[in-house]
């Protein structure tokens, strides 16, 4: 391969960074494709072809074998019917399956958070709420995803409920690949920091219900967004 056929290579996997020399680089391999896979880095269709990932991330093909396989069980990745792998298209229904079935489960935590609810959580809430606010007035995205990503982590956590916590995990990976496109939707941006300003009023009101009420609309609403663009062409 030419100098300038590996550089073209490895440009197309935007994000992916060498691994250095981690605790195993098989586990480090995995972990750097799974997360540029649920940040969009690498978007639905991309090809994964070992040597360019080997060259990109200056490792053995080996490693990038072993996690590509993990990535499939994971459901991220998925084999060509000739030969390789490319990252995973969802289809509409498992967008409106999995937003669905997210709705219930976080708006029962937010329900279980607000009877747990602390000056501790009370203020690391707003903190990140704060948090988005700076990062929207800058149109600074990464910072936005990270502050939408915590304020929901931390409503997870303090439900209490490690089994209600593991499912929500389950479907981290999912979602995560859309946050971006939400997030640098405009109008929904700023409706998530608006949605995120009710939820802390009403658990600091202590009305469960309306908490409960309050995440599974603002969930909803994602999904719809999702779903337009999808429908537009603007997401695969």
Partial sequence: M?????SKGAGAFKGIRPVGKPR?????????LKVAITKGDLPPGQRLIEHQLSLRMRTSRIPIREAIKKLEKDGLVEKLHKRGFVVKSVTKTEIEETFGIRA????YAAY???ERLTDVLREGL????????????????????????????????????????????????????????????????????????????????????KVEELVKKHILRGKEIIIREMEAGRLI
């Fill in 126 to 209: 707003e903190n990140t709420v704060q948090a988005y606010r700076d990062a929207l007035e800058n149109d600074d995205i990464e910072r936005m995803m990270s502050a939408n990503a915590q304020f929901h982590e931390m409503i997870y956590k303090a439900s209490g409920s490690e089994k209600l916590y593991t499912l929500i995990n389950n479907f981290r990976d999912f979602i995560s690949r859309y946050r971006k496109t939400l997030l640098t939707t405009r109008d929904f941006a700023k409706m998530s920091l608006e949605d995120h300003i009710r939820m802390l009023e009403a658990m600091n009101e202590r009305d469960k219900e």
């Fill in 104 to 107: 219930v489960l976080e708006s």
């Fill in 24 to 32: 195993s680089v098989g586990d480090a391999v995995y972990d750097a």
């Fill in 112 to 114: 279980l958070a607000t």
């Fill in 2 to 6: 030419t100098g300038q056929t590996a």
